[in-house]
């Protein structure tokens, strides 16, 4: 069974930093890798999906690595900002298309 | 990209009665529809796995005759919460996934449901 690990649990940084979120899968044979965000009492907002054959994706000040073999996957966030202050979650899709959840990242971005 | 709503968007009910949440894809046919449900400061739990046109599969521990859902057409899958409970109070998430293995999917805004 795909269990899906996020390291750290919360984290709170000053504006302008630049910040990795962890993302940990224990079963590599993946179809993709999804990074969204989830503001309070929100749904869910695509970030970036990476498909299994690839290592990385950009969007804007997001970066998001894959390592299959290792399974393990990183979000950068560049120069974060006040407005990056939400949830951000990662999920594996497996065999049958189901997705898996990390716990997620609170992350919090103090002006 | 595609869109998925999810109506209504927060619903509050009384013990005992039954509430159903519709999940439509706007744009596009999906073959599967998935129902999570999220707990307060809690990830998302997958539910039940939705096709088109057959029975869904539920995961363990989550009440098929509680849960009822139908998906009834490429674009509308329903979750009707029977008997509602307390407990039953949870953020509900549907998704929606092209035609084709590991295609992505796409969230709708969910449901809040309140039983008091």
């Known amino acids: 069974k795909q269990e899906v690990t996020q390291i750290p649990a919360a984290l709170s940084v000053p504006e302008g930093e630049n910040l990795v979120l962890n993302c940990s899968f224990t079963d590599s044979a993946i179809y993709n890798l999804q990074w969204f965000r989830q503001d309070p009492g929100k749904g869910l907002t695509s970030l970036l999906l990476i498909q299994s054959s690839q290592r990385e994706q950009t969007s804007g000040r997001l970066n998001a690595s894959l390592d299959k073999s290792s399974g393990r996957s990183t979000l950068y966030i560049a120069a974060s900002q006040p407005g990056d202050s939400a949830t951000y979650l990662c999920?594996?899709?497996?065999?049958?298309?189901?997705?898996?959840f990390g716990g997620g990242t609170r992350l919090m971005v103090k002006p | 990209g595609a869109v998925v709503s999810q109506h209504p968007s927060r619903v509050i009910c009384k013990s005992g009665t039954s509430v159903k949440i519709e999940c439509r894809s706007l744009d596009f046919q999906a073959t599967t529809m998935f129902w999570y449900r999220q707990f307060p400061k809690q990830s998302l739990m997958l539910m039940a796995t939705s096709n088109e046109g057959s029975k869904a599969t539920y995961e363990q521990g989550v009440e098929k005759d509680k849960f009822l859902i139908n998906h009834a057409s490429l674009t509308l899958s329903t979750l009707t919460v029977t008997s509602a409970h307390p407990e039953d109070s949870s953020f509900y998430i549907c998704?929606?996934?092209?035609?084709?293995?590991?295609?992505?999917?796409?969230f709708g805004p969910g449901t809040r449901l309140t039983v008091t």
């Open positions: 999920a594996v899709n497996n065999a049958g298309n189901m997705l898996t």
């Open positions: 998704s929606a996934q092209q035609p084709g293995q590991g295609s992505e999917q796409y």
